[in-house]
């Protein structure tokens, strides 16, 4: 059984910066590809950024694109996403995703992804 554990949320201040985590256990991490999507209250979970199973592909939403680095540490069967200059609309639960399709396509829709955390709540304050 695959399990994704999210961690590092908190409230900030904006302009300020968090580094969220995803744990994974249960399934070879370096096959598949990882992703982080975000939901605020009463919008859809949107895409925010994903990485590829060797790392060496990365992919962002335009909102976040600059601020936001997504990357992983295989030793660890961790990745990471670092929040920098973060601004009142970037509140929202953030989710780790796991791809297990070994395709080398970067995928931004939900449907795209086999496994899921529970979630981190970030909360910026103007």
């Known amino acids: 059984q695959v399990q994704l554990v999210e961690s590092g949320g908190g409230l900030v201040q904006a302009g300020g910066s968090l580094r969220l985590s995803c744990a994974t256990s249960g399934r070879t991490f370096t096959s598949y590809s990882m992703g982080w999507f975000r939901q605020a209250p009463g919008k859809e979970r949107v895409f925010v950024a994903a990485?590829?199973?060797?790392?060496?592909?990365?992919y962002y939403a335009d909102s976040v694109k600059g601020r936001f680095t997504i990357s992983r540490d295989d030793a660890k069967n961790t990745v990471y996403l670092q929040m920098n200059s973060l601004k009142p609309e970037d509140t929202a639960v953030y989710y780790c995703?796991?791809?297990?399709?070994?395709?080398?396509?970067?995928?931004?829709?939900?449907?795209?992804?086999?496994?899921w955390g529970q979630g981190t709540q970030v909360t910026v304050s103007s």
């Open positions: 990485i590829s199973w060797s790392g060496g592909s990365t």
């Open positions: 995703a796991a791809d297990f399709s070994s395709s080398m396509f970067l995928k931004t829709w939900l449907s795209a992804y086999d496994y």
